[in-house]
């Protein structure tokens, strides 16, 4: 590409960790203009994890990855950093997504058709990584996909209790001990 005069484009390198390597330098080299490349990868990463879905999947979660996760991150990163660890969030809000589309699906229903009762049952599992699907409800509610009465409660996160101060353990222990009851 170099060799032959043309001058690299960002969207002319293909997508691996060798040309993500060697976009680094080329922009370093004021080849490439500097780019947020978590954020820019995000795009690539999408069109390659719906790939494989039925349209009508590929169509949601195309939308709401470029009008909901995609838009807000870009807007978030003029003000501060966009991170590897904000590109894994925005990742996993996507995944989820999809996730959430596939089980549906094996559940004999569409997003249209969601109901409390779905969700619920969703949930039930208890995996909290299931509870990130709320976003995506609530943008799918906001675009008229689902009605509006669903919801996804907020995850209970629990707190750890206070440990046990040297003096109690001691204490405790030495009940342990000796108490013959």
Known sequence: LIESGDVPTHSSLPAGKA?????????EADIL?????PLERLTEWVDELVRDD?????????????????????????????TESSGKWARQQISIARDFLVWLSQHDASLGEC??????????????????????????????????????PIRNVKVPSTPTGETERWTLLRNLLTDET
Not at 54 to 81: C, E, K, M, T, Y
Not at 123 to 148: C, E, H, M, S
Request: charged share 30%.
């Open 19 to 27: 040309e993500h390597y060697l976009r680094s330098i080329l922009v």
């Open 54 to 82: 039925p349209p009508d999947n590929q169509q949601i979660i195309l939308r709401f990855a470029q009008w909901h996760v995609l838009r807000r991150a870009r807007r978030r990163s003029g003000s501060r950093a966009f």
């Open 115 to 152: 109901s409390q009762s779905l969700i619920d049952l969703w949930l039930a599992p208890g995996n909290t990584r299931r509870y990130v699907v709320r976003d995506f409800i609530a943008w799918a509610q906001k675009d008229g996909l689902i009605d509006k009465n669903i919801k996804v």
């Open 33 to 37: 203009d500097a780019r947020i490349e």
